[in-house]
């Protein structure tokens, strides 16, 4: 059984800094391409950051663009995000998933989905 778990997701002030952690399990985590979207109340979900699958490749949302750092230890099949200089707009669930044939910015190139953790930035 696949799954992917998030965890870190906290109340913050506003400029500050969280790190997400997505633990995955019930897969071959090195061969799948890794990203994270969110999800504001009221919004859609849309794209942050993706890692692709060896790690040498990353991509960003132009939003978090210098703020956010996706990164990945295959070692404890987990997958981070790093976030700094944090925005009340940036209140959200963020999500975790996996790809086996690639990631990328669209939700239908991701195949296992986690439940979501909650970041709340307070201005």
């Known amino acids: 059984q696949v799954q992917l778990v998030e965890s870190g997701g906290r109340l913050v002030q506003a400029g500050g800094s969280l790190r997400l952690s997505c633990a995955v399990s019930?897969?071959?985590?090195?061969?799948?391409?890794m990203g994270w979207f969110r999800q504001a109340p009221g919004k859609e979900r849309e794209f942050v950051a993706h890692?692709?699958?060896?790690?040498?490749?990353?991509d960003y949302a132009d939003s978090v663009k210098g703020r956010f750092t996706i990164s990945r230890d295959d070692a404890k099949n987990t997958m981070y995000l790093q976030m700094n200089s944090l925005k009340p707009e940036e209140t959200a669930v963020y999500y975790c998933?996996?790809?086996?044939?690639?990631?990328?910015?669209?939700?239908?190139?991701?195949?296992?989905w986690g439940q979501g953790t909650q970041v709340t930035v307070s201005s």
């Open positions: 998933a996996a790809g086996l044939r690639g990631g990328g910015r669209e939700e239908t190139s991701y195949n296992y």
């Open positions: 019930g897969l071959t985590f090195s061969l799948y391409d």
């Open positions: 890692i692709n699958w060896t790690g040498s490749f990353a």
